[in-house]
């Protein structure tokens, strides 16, 4: 069954054509994901204000217990808003090359979210000391520009036409 | 003599805005490049607005905080001007006669008042917003409306294109 066969049947179903006729609801989803992607890319570039050590240096560690909470808020708000806007919509996103192209650079995101966290909770000195600094500062700059690379594919959805 | 419709007329007529209006890809990027900086525009004033209102972030002293964190959301102010503006201009007469896109404006005029009378002001208290202290009650207020005032701006931004005919 490819894609959009399954596109084609959720379309059909009760539920998504409840959230295609509720009009005031997409244009919230779409809000609420605004503000989650708010949530997510300002987490996401205080920590590295902090890697660049552009900001007062306090323990890595304290500063990923401020933002990475927000984070993952952000993260479940997306995840959230974003599969009822699947659902509403599943031949807009589901065969779409680029939503399928977005949906991996969100997994390689969510997995350096991830392999952050595991490494501050073995060896916070890490982030705190001189040594390997320049590694982290240029991770840094590849999470923040994959994540705009994310904001970049979400808005090409639109533009590539499928079935 | 010249009025406001003629001065939009003008933009949207000139080679520099038809030139976006044509392209396959320039609409689309000053979309993302705005979606972007208001993500951090917003970001960053919440990151501020939290520790007015004690919420976040309270063991830093207020003034440190402040002169760390505004500094990244004027430059991504600046770009959300920037993207906004060149979007503007592509359908200048209708984004103006846009009731979403007036009330957002009306919301930024209002934001920017909020900020400015707390930084006449209010913040002349900070000093004594340190490390884990609060701040006044006028600063909190100031916090609760900026937040309160940039969500809704965000609401309207959203709203402008739902409001919008295409081109």
Known sequence: MSMLEVAQWLSQTPVSVAIQSALWLIPLLQTIHILAIAMVISSVFMIDLRIWRMVSLEPMADTAHRFVPWLWAGLILLAGSGLTLIVGEPKRSLPNPVFQIKMLLLLVAIAATCAFQLSLRRNSAIWDDAAGRRLMQLLAVGTLVLWCAIAVASRWIAYIKVG | ?167
């Not at chain 2, 939009?8 to 890809?25: C, G, H, K, N, P």
């Not at chain 2, 209102?53 to 002293?61: I, Y």
């Not at chain 2, 600046?78 to 979403?100: D, K, P, R």
């Open chain 2, 1 to 167: 003599m010249h009025s406001i419709g003629d001065l939009l007329r003008w933009l949207e007529d000139s080679a520099f805005a038809v030139s976006i209006t044509q392209s396959d890809w320039a609409f689309p990027a000053l979309e993302t490049v705005h979606v972007l900086a208001l993500s951090l525009v917003l970001g960053t004033v919440c990151v501020v607005d939290l520790r007015l209102l004690g919420w976040a972030s309270r063991q830093r002293p207020y003034r440190e905080l402040a002169r760390e964190v505004l500094p990244w959301t004027w430059i991504a102010f600046c770009f959300s001007v920037a993207s906004g503006g060149l979007m503007f201009i592509t359908q200048a007469v209708e984004y103006y006669e846009n009731v979403a896109f007036r009330l957002k404006m009306t919301l930024l005029l209002l934001a920017g008042l909020n900020m400015a009378i707390f930084e006449l002001f209010t913040v002349r208290d900070a000093a004594k917003w340190g490390q884990g202290m609060s701040a006044s009650w006028r600063a909190k207020l100031a916090g609760a409306l900026s937040l309160s005032l940039w969500v809704a701006i965000v609401f309207f931004g959203r709203r402008i294109g739902f409001t919008m005919m295409p081109e």
